[in-house]
């Protein structure tokens, strides 16, 4: 059996809790090498159609009627006269879910498309809420619940925190009125650092190998954070991933493809010029407004951990190792 990066498995986001938590639905039975993950048009009929809305029905929700009767009517609610799809959220209460999901999988693995789904729970956007002082004990620990607070322990087994359920811990190094990165020759000893039980020449190869993605700062090579999946060399230590970056990306990175989009050759097209040239000039003008205004950013260093580890994770700030391994330079001049 191979294993393939859930990131791969065809899905989608069936629903959100709270704020920040959101629950995907992931179909293994769609997974194919090379193929599109989006899930077609057709099978998302057939999920409202013969899955989720009969399973409103089956457990008699009291709230059926706010649930359009077929995957058309839904999505002609959704879509306005231009095409642009406009979400709204419907809510089902806690106590309703046991029954629902049951009757939902139940359902999906009467189809073959569906057989063997599971649920992905994800909680994102978290980290400015969990700020907090990693040597004070008791910020220590509501960060911790506030970080779990949309999820029942109870609910979830000793060897599902160990095995299924992550979390990443972060450090933040701040010099106020700098940008803070990190130099690129000294990535190896924050991996060592991640990874103490790892052997220096596992690391060493392990650096040299596909699972490490380095990320250079435009074109300056002595500057760069990084990328890499650990879950094997790494499994002596509990760590999954490591994530070391610079907050000065905040600026331009974007998940959309939007105004800091690449430029690529046939952007200068006459056709496309000048929306090229109009990007650039936003390009300039953030960038000269960090300047003046002194936009300082912090290096950033995260591992996944299993969620039953984490509170212990990073609690033992490596300064030494931090004023080795970071570099700090003035705002103004960095921008």
Known sequence: MNEVPLS???NMCFAKVGTHAKINIMFPALYASGESRKIPEDLLTMFYERVFRPSL???NFPHIGH????SAAAWAL??????TLQFKTISIPSRSLRELATEVCRRMDEIREFKDAFWYHEVRGTKGGTLH???DDRQAADALHLAFKDLDFTKISNDDLAQRWFVDVGIEVRHPGHVVHWRSDTHMEVLQHAMPSAMPAAVESFKRGSNFTLDPCAQISDIAGFR????TIGLGDGV???NVYSTEKELHYQILKGTYKEIEPADFFPSKLARTMTRINVWTKALSDAAEKTQEASARYEVRVPANACGGVLREIPYDMLGRVCVSVRAKTWW
Do not use: E, F, M
Request: hydrophobic letters at 40%; zero cysteines; glycine letters at 8%.
């Open 240 to 242: 999954r991933y490591i």
């Open 67 to 70: 649930w359009p009767p077929s």
């Open 228 to 231: 890499a999946v650990t879950k």
């Open 57 to 59: 029905v089956a457990i």
């Open 133 to 135: 002082n990693p040597h």
């Open 78 to 83: 959704l879509r306005g006269v231009d095409g």
């Open 8 to 10: 791969h498995i065809p």
